[in-house]
């Protein structure tokens, strides 16, 4: 079936706007990831569903960045106030957490610019 | 903040070499992974080793883990050109399900 796919894949906004990333998961899939990639941080964990619910929140930079999923699928990463070192790739993953499966399965990122 | 390290961060071979990338990290794990990144977009699962095993293959991959050294190795063997990408280790630890990755290492397989 089709991987997961991220929307847009390319965004450039200016600092102070706000921004929605979209995550579509692989289906069937009850866990999803988002990380982002910059040269400065490398691969860093914001957040995890299972299901609908966030039982980890702990990478999220501020408050400025929220997330929610619905309907145990598509995820929508929110970030408020874009500053400049909000720039990076943030890449989605997910993950059929069945017993003894915990490889994650990415999406190919969505590139922000804040400028 | 990072687990893993990789060693070492670029390595550049010819077609038909094996390659050899290190891991290593800092807290007790649950498992350890190896992904694949090219062009600096989604990543690709290659391996899974648990850390109650020692050693794994898939293909032209090996991996091993050394608990008690807190490290793992990524052997390629009969390197392509197309192997040519980013390399991170990843790991999970206690009851989290997120990954910790290390740094990543660019592996260059010149034709």
């Known amino acids: 079936g089709a991987g997961v796919s991220q929307s847009p894949s390319n965004k450039v906004t200016e600092k102070g706007k706000d921004v929605e990333l979209r995550c579509d998961p692989i289906?069937?899939?009850?866990?999803l990831y988002w990380y982002r990639q910059s040269l400065g941080q490398g691969l860093e964990f914001l957040i995890y569903?299972?299901?609908?619910?966030?039982?980890?929140k702990s990478g999220l930079p501020s408050d400025r960045f929220s997330a929610e999923r619905t309907g145990g699928s598509v995820s929508t990463l929110t970030i408020q106030r874009t500053q400049q070192e909000d720039s990076a790739v943030y890449l989605c993953?997910?993950?059929?957490?069945?017993?003894?499966?915990?490889?994650?399965?990415f999406g190919p990122g969505t590139r922000l610019t804040v400028t | 903040s990072q687990q893993g390290e990789e060693d070492p961060q670029a390595l550049s071979i010819q077609e038909g070499e094996n390659a050899t990338m290190n891991c290593s990290y800092k807290?007790?794990?649950?498992?350890l992974q190896w992904y694949r990144q090219n062009s600096g977009r989604g990543l690709v699962h290659l391996i899974l080793?648990?850390?109650?095993?020692r050693e794994k293959h898939s293909g032209r991959l090996r991996v091993t883990l050394d608990t008690s050294k807190k490290s793992s190795s990524l052997l390629i063997t009969a390197s392509r050109a197309a192997d040519t990408a980013s390399y991170f280790c990843?790991?999970?630890?206690?009851?989290?399900?997120?990954?910790?990755f290390g740094k990543g290492m660019k592996l260059t397989v010149n034709p």
């Open positions: 993953a997910s993950s059929p957490r069945l017993a003894g499966a915990h490889e994650q399965y």
């Open positions: 289906s069937g899939h009850t866990a």
């Open positions: 569903f299972q299901g609908n619910s966030a039982p980890d």
């Open positions: 807290t007790s794990i649950n498992n």
């Open positions: 080793i648990r850390s109650n095993e």
């Open positions: 990843a790991t999970t630890q206690g009851g989290s399900e997120k990954l910790v």
